[in-house]
């Protein structure tokens, strides 16, 4: 991480705009009032759980193809942060639905799928964790992470495919909210890509790094037998 030193630097400049943008710059929505802010960061954090399983996704695939463990590695940095963020995108979600629907939560079809979704990746989390060989475990991990992937179309069409009463925002000719609120949300969008980017990259190094003091530990013990 040396090297991207300014990355996180630029993350944490954004990320404190960003903050200006959303309770400075951005207006109070009329009929939420405050509570309408949690959607700047309930927004990012589902997006980029999302790229986050995209990103396992292609890991898996380029695994799969070339048994590298590098690829292994940026596959479970994505999968624990898409973990992270899809949690804390339902909290947030939570949060947001109990003044706007009066519930904290209802089985709507963006929702179903969400929870679905976070379910099948925590258990992609348990499994690279199991006690199989590091090769076997690799290999099936990859296998899980293709196809757990099936369900991320799914989150991202539900609310246009059925009837649901959360907002399609994007689809939604600007989803009736004002310029100011737009980009206080791509404000948003960029300052925690920024952030993800900085966890992704540490956290695929820190496996690295893990892996190959497995590996010394391992021959060491070899060598004590």
């Known amino acids: 991480m040396s090297r991207l030193w300014f990355l996180p630097v630029l993350a944490g400049v954004v990320l404190a705009a960003v903050q200006w943008l959303i309770w400075v710059y951005a207006p109070i929505e009329m009929t939420m009032g405050l509570v309408q802010k949690i959607f700047y ?31 292994d590695h940026w596959a479970g940095a994505a999968g624990e942060l898409g973990v992270l963020m899809s949690g804390l995108a339902l909290i947030t979600g939570s949060l947001w639905a109990k003044p706007a629907w009066n519930v904290w939560w209802t089985w709507d079809p963006r929702l179903t799928t969400t929870l679905i979704m976070w379910f099948v990746y925590a258990g992609y989390l348990l499994l ?14 990859a296998a899980l992470g293709v196809a757990a992937f099936l369900d991320v179309p799914l989150v991202f069409l539900s609310a246009r495919m059925w009837r649901s009463v959360h907002p399609a925002v994007i689809a939604s000719r600007g989803g009736g909210m004002d310029p100011a609120m ?5 404000g948003g969008l960029v300052g925690f890509g920024l952030l993800w980017l900085c966890l992704l990259i540490l956290r695929a190094r820190q496996l690295g790094q893990q892996r190959r003091v497995d590996a010394l530990l391992a021959a060491r013990a070899e060598l004590r037998r």
């Open 182 to 186: 737009w980009r206080a949300v791509l």
């Open 41 to 71: 960061f309930h927004m990012p954090m589902a997006w980029w759980a999302l790229v986050s399983f995209f990103v396992v996704f292609a890991a898996s695939i380029a695994y799969l193809t070339t048994r590298r463990e590098v690829f």
């Open 128 to 141: 690279r964790s199991s006690p199989f060989g590091r090769e076997r475990r690799a290999l099936i991990c």
